[in-house]
């Protein structure tokens, strides 16, 4: 079996074509969506995912505004400007990236963000709401994870879904989404014995553990669904998942490429949550009493 490839590139590109059209009804009303980013300080992938993020809004519409304080700035400062766009009503969503200094504690950060404009779907708010299947926000990359499934036509509910990684950004909502959609699922992370045994009975395989080569053939049950979350840069500057991408597409039936999978729908996702965002602003949009 040869497995056939989930193409994360043209959905994002697709569903980027229809966010146009949200746009343009909002601005029937005068709402131009508008995104904050903050980054603090100067860690070069950070400054990658922010300039991807802001061409992402450039592409589709949606104001961007870039934050970038030094890696000095006190927490009360970054908890001052917060504070400043949560009561502006030109940004609907507010991002902070993540990883932020060490002095700075970053719940305190998360918690700050009104759970209006919580785009990336941290603020415990919108985890709890995860947890009880009502989220308004739901984390971009296990979103996007779920958008990417749905291509497939495969119907997760009932069948065995491995999330590797436990992370509080992806392997735990992801888990959380899977439950929701009625899968039997499975956490496995760093302390987990004899991972094989955990992969191998399952239909729907999401790796997000930053490992290259993690996920070997020999450890994939025949048919598999494998989405590759990881991003890994090799010492020859090639950029990799989790998955032994060859050789484990010879026995899934699906599978994500990195890059060209999960990537491109992380940011996409954060364009939807965005304008989902503004449109609740507007008093259109769905959800708009989740917050009463
Ligand atoms: P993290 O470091 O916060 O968490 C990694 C998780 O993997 C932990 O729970 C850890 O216990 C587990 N883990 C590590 N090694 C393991 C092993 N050998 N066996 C089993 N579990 C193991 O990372 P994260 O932020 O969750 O990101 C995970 C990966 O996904 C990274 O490669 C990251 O770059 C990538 N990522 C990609 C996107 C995207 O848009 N494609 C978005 C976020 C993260």
Redesign the pocket.
């Known amino acids: 079996m040869t497995a056939r490839i989930i193409d994360g590139k043209a959905l994002a590109k697709k569903l980027r074509e229809s966010y146009k059209q949200r746009v343009s009804r909002l601005a029937e009303n005068n709402v131009t969506p508008g995104l904050a980013v903050i980054l603090v300080g100067e860690n070069p992938a950070s400054q990658v995912y922010v300039r991807n993020k802001i061409k992402a809004c450039e592409e589709c519409g949606v104001l961007s505004r870039e934050h970038v304080l030094p890696a000095d700035v006190s927490q009360t400062e970054v908890l001052a400007l917060i504070s400043r766009l949560n009561e502006d009503p030109t940004i609907h969503g507010i991002l902070v990236q993540l990883p932020l200094p060490a002095h700075i504690d970053n719940r305190a950060v998360l918690e700050a963000i009104s759970v209006h404009k919580d785009v990336d779907g941290f603020h415990l708010y919108n985890v709890g709401g995860l947890v009880v299947g009502n989220t308004v926000f739901p984390p971009?990359?296990p979103y996007?994870v779920q958008l990417l499934l749905e291509t497939t036509g495969i119907d997760v509910a009932g069948k065995n879904a491995c999330v590797?990684?436990?992370?509080?950004?992806?392997?735990k909502p992801m888990a959380l989404m899977l439950l929701q959609k009625e899968a039997t699922v499975t956490i496995?992370?760093?302390?987990?014995q004899e991972?094989a045994q955990h992969t191998i009975i399952a239909d729907i395989l999401v790796v997000?553990?930053?490992?290259p080569n993690?996920i070997v053939p020999q450890m994939v049950k025949t048919g598999a669904v494998v989405i590759d979350?990881?991003?890994?840069r090799l010492p020859d500057g090639r950029v990799v998942?989790?998955v032994d991408f060859e050789g484990v597409r010879e026995k899934a039936s699906w599978i994500t490429p990195?890059p060209g999978?999960?990537?491109p729908?992380?940011?996409t996702m954060l364009i939807e949550n965005t304008l989902r965002s503004a449109e609740m602003f507007q008093g259109k949009g769905e959800g708009i009493n989740s917050f009463e």
């Open positions: 971009c990359t996007g590797i990684g436990a992370s509080n950004i992806v392997g496995c992370h760093i302390k987990t991972l997000a553990a930053g490992k993690l979350v990881g991003i890994n998942g989790d990195v999978g999960v990537g729908m992380t940011v």
